[in-house]
Each structure stands twice: as structure tokens, then as C-alpha cells.
């Protein structure tokens, strides 16, 4: 098909169609709006682009819904390390109260709560205990203070730690952190509380950890009096390991570690890295334990606070759901709950905050999303019996203590890392933007034969089109309207000099020559007309 030129072509305007699709670097276009009529080559042609850019578009939609479902993978990777951070190990007797340290005060206050005691029953018990009734005088104090009570009387790390070390190093209780949970009192190694550094280990395996050796005070613990949710009837230490960042939940994450027996844990630290919202759910907000008087969510994760706040973390947002929801029900917050409510007295924990914080928990009502970056440590336990019997003989020798307590109330804990090899789980995102304008580019080079630049040519071609059809109909519109007034002009002019010809003699020159015909002439507007002459040289 024979393409114009010469002027023809050259009087074209840049908005021309044929102009642009003969120049356009879209594959197909220049076929489809060619010079001359419609023929059935040009409309298969026709069919074809349209199908093409039909078949573009579907795939360009395809992909851009499939970005905006916000699909993620996850990756699992193990890693090396020469050295890593140890764990937080957190141990609480299970008998929270030592029975030597009890007193009739105690009993009035906290019995009924604690261990179902009736007050005619206080007498009985305190004989199960081995003291004295209370005296007829005996007037109890006007107010009780419940972490004060098992501050006192719970068991303490001096009186249950009978060796300790880290490494083949000595440690002590000055190595461990006394914090509250709902077993009691406890204590954690290694918890990086005020500031303290953090203990690493360069090797694994057993004797590059902790080890230590405790006495369980079995002759301590308080008598079984009724069957109430709050009586133990295990003996021995419950553990937790976890990461500094996180408070330790040791009623429920807890394992326990028996008497008699040394126990081994094999650890193997994991970090876990979740994608933040749309692509996942994960949170790196931290959480707020006060109680609010108008909450918004009262068992939704806790908002943001001024000032420095701690990490956060999944068990710390319980917590504090916990604590809010215990504060709002009761008025006061359970002695293991952070915040600044006031600590429960007996009573409100035996009528309120035990049953509100059970009936939560079996609700499962606290929704906390999963933090964005977090640690934890998976467990291989194992155990051996001890002490052998001559290792009886020496210890009760070097503890003052008979052969049957040893066997009774001793045991070993041996927690150590299986390797300074690690596992991370990191979710990624499955289709990043790259990606995205990558499938788009691949289909529209595929489809259409199409670039980056060809979009800029067709944003070109639209300004040219808006230049010439829009702007240009106003410039013509608004030039008619001078041609108008000048028109105007001229006729108000020769009106003026027809009243004065007889005044003025008229100097003839002779007839004017015509003008000759246009031998070109191309009509721009309605209004005027624009003529090209030609003359022989």
C-alpha cells in the first residue's frame, strides 16, 4: 500500500491519526490507519489489534488483582552463628506459700481465698501445721497487702539453691531476678533487668549453660486442706525458657522438672519474622496495661501510650488484655499484672479476679496479633535419675541433710544449646511491585509489541490532539472575533468619509487592476479564508 508524501503529507498536522499510527512504535497501528480505503486487509488487522489489546488488558487486570490480594510466603532457613545470646529461664516452685512462714494474720486474710479455709477451720489448720491456735486476744491488721504476703512467705532462691553455674563458672542468686507471676513469686536468669548484660555462649552442648541444683523444700509445703482450683498437688519446680523481650506465663507455658531426677534441655533458638498488615497481621505496637475508664475494645490489643514503653510481644499483650480486663471487672489488678491499678485484696481475688481471669482464659477473649519480629526456643527434654547412692551419702553430708530428703527434694537442671545453629521463619512477600510492572511489561511486549516509550508516544499524540482540536478551536474562535470587530471598524470608517466627499475632491488614479483569483486556496474556518499565489517567475 502506497504510503503518502511529498506535500500532501507534509500538510498534514501532528494530530492526524494516519500521522501518528505511521510513526508509532505500536505494532499492528500503522496497518490499521494506512492511506486509502477500507479494505478487508485492514480490517483483519483491525481484529487483530483489538484482540491483542483485548488479550492485554485480561492479563494486565489478572495480575494487578492477584497484587492486590496480598499473597505471602513463608521461608525457613537455618543459620550459623559463632556465639548466641542465652535464653531468660524463669523457675517457680509450685507450692506458692511456705507453711512455716504463715501466720493467723495470714490465715484471716488470705485463707479463705487461698486455701478455702472457713475461720472456725483456722484452728485446726494451724494444729496441721504444726503451731499453736491463735490467742483469744488476736486482732488482725486493718489492711493486707497480697504481694507482700508472698514476698515473705514464698519460697526464696537462697534457701533453694544449692548450686549454680554458667559455663563451669559460679553463679548465685544475685545472677536471678525475683518477679511475680500467678504461681507466685519467681525468679529468672539472665533477664537483662536494669539494664544488665545480656549472658551469650560461644559452644554448644551440655556444660556450656546453666546447671544448677535445687532443693524443693517438699517439708515446706502447705497441707491439702480442700480441693480448690488453687491447690497444688504436684511437687517440684516449674521452668520456662522464653527471650528477654517477653514476661514469662509460666502457669501455662511452663514444663515441670521433678525431683530425683537431673533433667536436660536441649535448646535450639528460632526467629520468627510475620509481615505487618495487608500482607499479614503482626504488630510492633506496644501495650498498655492501664486501665481505661471508656475503652474502645476492652479485649482488643492495647493502644499505644506516651513515654518509653517495652517491646512488644504476644504474651506481653496478653497480659495486659489480661490486666485490663481484670482491672475493668474487679477495680484492682492481680499482683502478677503490670499497670498501676491497685493490687486485689484477698477477698476481691477469691470473688472477682480468679473467676474473671479463668472464665477469660477458657474464652480465649484477648485478640492479639502475632509481633512483627520475635524469638523462641524449641525444647528437647530428657532425664536420668539422681543422686546414686553414694552421691546421696556425700550430699546429705555436705548439706546437713538425711539420705531420704536428698532423694526426696533434690534436683538438677541442666538447659544448654544443641548447636550455635539457628532456624529463621520469615514470611515474605509473595509478588512484589518489581514484579508486577516486570509481568505487565512482558505481557504488553508480548501482546501488543509495546515499551515504556511507546506510552510516552501516545501521551504525546493525546497533547498534540488537545492542542490542535481544543486549544485551536478557541484560537480560531477567539481570532474570528477580532476579524469581526476590524470588519466593524472599516464600514464605521468609509460611513464617515461619504459625508465628506463633497468637501474633499476625489483624486482619481485610474481603474484599480482586479485582483486575481487565488490559485491555492485552503479553508482553515468558516470565517475566513487563506490563499496562496502563484506567480510565474
Not at 553455674?165 to 544475685?174: D, H, K, L, T, V
Not at 549472658?199 to 554448644?204: A, E, I, R
Request: glycine share 8%; with cysteine; charged share 20%.
Amino acid at each position: 500500500m502506497k504510503t503518502p508524501s511529498g506535500p500532501e503529507e507534509a500538510r498534514r498536522p501532528a494530530s492526524d491519526i494516519r500521522v501518528f499510527a505511521s510513526s508509532c512504535t505500536l505494532h499492528g497501528l500503522g496497518h490499521v490507519f494506512g492511506p486509502g480505503r477500507l479494505t478487508p486487509r485492514r480490517g483483519l488487522w483491525a481484529v487483530a489489534v483489538l484482540l491483542s489489546l483485548a488479550a492485554f488488558l485480561y492479563q494486565v487486570e489478572e495480575r494487578v488483582r492477584y497484587y492486590g490480594e496480598f499473597h505471602h510466603e513463608t521461608a525457613l532457613d537455618e543459620r550459623e552463628s559463632h556465639q548466641l545470646t542465652f535464653p531468660a529461664v524463669t523457675l517457680c516452685n509450685i507450692n506458692p506459700l511456705r507453711r512455716s512462714r504463715l501466720t493467723p494474720n495470714d490465715l484471716h486474710w488470705a485463707g479463705p481465698a487461698l486455701l478455702g479455709l472457713e475461720p472456725t477451720e483456722h484452728a485446726a489448720f494451724l494444729r496441721a501445721l504444726g503451731r499453736p491456735p491463735t490467742s483469744p486476744g488476736f486482732m488482725p491488721s486493718p489492711t493486707f497487702d497480697m504481694a507482700r504476703l508472698y514476698a515473705r512467705a514464698g519460697h526464696t532462691l537462697e534457701d533453694m539453691l544449692l548450686d549454680c553455674r554458667y559455663r563451669g563458672q559460679p553463679c548465685g542468686p544475685e545472677n536471678f531476678t525475683a518477679i511475680f507471676t500467678r504461681m507466685g513469686q519467681c525468679y529468672t536468669f539472665n533477664s537483662g533487668a536494669n539494664g544488665a548484660e545480656l549472658l551469650t555462649t560461644p559452644k554448644g552442648g551440655a556444660g556450656n549453660g546453666l546447671e544448677v541444683m535445687l532443693d524443693v523444700q517438699e517439708d515446706e509445703y502447705l497441707p491439702v486442706w480442700k480441693d480448690v482450683e488453687e491447690t497444688p498437688f504436684e511437687v517440684g519446680i516449674r521452668v520456662q525458657i522464653h527471650s528477654q523481650e517477653e514476661p514469662p506465663i509460666i502457669d501455662q507455658l511452663g514444663f515441670g522438672v521433678a525431683p530425683g531426677y537431673q533433667t536436660f534441655v536441649s535448646c535450639q533458638k528460632q526467629q520468627l519474622s510475620f509481615l505487618p498488615a495487608p500482607w499479614g497481621d503482626c504488630s510492633s505496637r506496644s501495650q498498655d496495661p492501664d486501665f481505661d475508664s471508656e475503652p474502645s475494645d476492652p479485649l482488643g490489643p492495647p493502644g499505644p501510650t506516651p513515654g518509653p514503653r517495652p517491646p512488644y510481644s504476644l504474651m506481653g499483650c496478653r497480659l495486659a488484655c489480661e490486666t485490663r480486663y481484670v482491672a475493668r471487672k474487679c477495680g484492682c489488678r492481680m499482683m502478677h499484672m503490670p499497670g498501676g491499678a491497685p493490687v486485689c485484696s484477698p477477698q476481691q481475688y477469691k470473688d472477682c479476679a480468679n473467676p474473671a481471669l479463668d472464665a477469660m482464659l477458657r474464652k480465649d477473649a484477648c485478640t492479639c496479633p502475632n509481633p512483627c519480629a520475635s524469638t523462641r526456643y524449641a525444647k528437647e527434654l530428657s532425664m536420668v535419675r539422681m543422686p546414686s547412692r553414694p552421691a546421696t551419702r556425700y550430699l546429705a553430708r555436705k548439706y546437713n541433710r538425711s539420705e531420704a530428703y536428698i532423694v526426696d527434694n533434690v534436683l538438677v537442671l541442666d538447659i544448654f544449646f544443641e548447636a550455635l545453629n539457628y532456624e529463621t521463619v520469615e514470611q515474605k512477600k509473595a509478588y512484589e511491585v518489581s514484579e508486577l510492572l516486570g509481568d505487565i511489561g512482558g505481557q504488553m511486549g508480548l501482546f501488543i509489541g509495546a515499551s515504556l516509550l511507546t506510552i510516552l508516544e501516545i501521551l504525546d499524540y493525546l497533547c498534540e490532539v488537545f492542542r490542535d482540536r481544543v486549544l485551536g478551536y478557541f484560537w480560531n474562535r477567539k481570532r474570528s472575533q477580532k476579524h469581526s470587530q476590524k470588519h466593524s471598524s472599516t464600514n464605521l470608517l468609509q460611513e464617515g468619509m461619504g459625508s465628506h466627499r463633497n468637501e474633499v475632491p476625489h483624486l482619481s488614479l485610474g481603474p484599480r487592476p482586479p485582483t486575481p483569483p487565488c490559485a491555492v486556496t485552503r479553508t482553515l474556518s468558516a470565517s475566513h479564508r487563506t490563499c496562496y499565489l502563484v506567480t510565474r517567475l
